[in-house]
Nanobody
């Protein structure tokens, strides 16, 4: 499974950005996809994930501001980020869980910077 993330950039506090992640390869084996973020010196934290039943889980501090969605036809997930805050600044990574036994697949990171 290969993942291609896009959509990061610079936003002002209170602004919005939309991240996209498109999967290729053995996409039929994917059972969950999600977004994680990482700042320098820290572990990657869950932002949001969604499974094949469209059940979504959100990490701390983003519920109500971020929305994860998926397009099964395009084999993609999206992260709509509203009311961005400076503490949302991080590298955002797309992740898929796929295969038997389950394995983690990561896309390249996309930088999100929230600053005035």
């Amino acid at each position: 499974v290969q993942l291609q993330a896009s959509g990061g950039g610079l936003a002002q506090p209170g602004g919005s950005l939309r991240l996209s992640c498109v999967a290729a390869g053995s996409v039929s084996s994917i059972n969950q996809m999600g977004w994680y973020r990482q700042t320098s010196g820290k572990a990657r934290d869950l932002v949001a994930r969604i499974n094949n039943y469209d059940f979504a889980t959100y990490g701390d501090g983003v519920k109500g501001r971020f929305t994860i969605s998926r397009d099964t036809l395009k084999k993609a997930i999206y992260l709509q980020m509203n009311d961005l805050k400076p503490q949302d600044s991080a590298i955002y990574y797309c992740k898929a869980i796929a295969g038997v036994p389950r394995s983690d697949y990561w896309g390249q990171g996309t930088q999100v910077t929230v600053s005035s």
